[in-house]
Nanobody, 123 residues
Framework: QVQLVESGGGLVQAGGSLRLSCAASGQTFSIRTRSWFRQAPGKEREFVAGINWSGGGTDYADSVKGRFAISRDNAKNTVYLQMNNLKSEDTALYYC????????????????WGQGTQVTVSS
């Protein structure tokens, strides 16, 4: 089993920045992909960004490309999501997820999930 714990959410004004963190523990040796998803009230969970744990390759949703950056710290077993130039439409519950194969954008493809951290952007 793998446990994921997110942190770093909060309330920020439009145009501001936040950095989310997701720490992993447990049997992490099998994990190849770590990703961020988000879910706004009344909407489906959507892919935000993903990173290949060994090679560092990344993928981003078009809506965040150029504003968000995903990175990893292998020693700390932690993945980060740096969010800049935040917009009101970025308001959502942000989830960290992990899977044992390559980056996918579909939530059902992921094996492990964190509890989520709330990001609220005020306009």
């Amino acid at each position: 089993q793998v446990q994921l714990v997110e942190s770093g959410g909060g309330l920020v004004q439009a145009g501001g920045s936040l950095r989310l963190s997701c720490a992993a523990s447990g049997q992490t040796f099998s994990i190849r992909t770590r990703s961020w998803f988000r879910q706004a009230p009344g909407k489906e969970r959507e892919f935000v960004a993903g990173i290949n744990w060994s090679g560092g390759g990344t993928d981003y949703a078009d809506s965040v490309k150029g504003r968000f950056a995903i990175s990893r710290d292998n020693a700390k077993n932690t993945v980060y999501l740096q969010m800049n130039n935040l917009k009101s439409e970025d308001t959502a519950l942000y989830y960290c997820a992990a899977r044992t194969f390559t980056i996918k954008r579909t939530p059902s493809e992921y094996d492990y999930w964190g509890q989520g951290t709330q990001v609220t952007v005020s306009s």
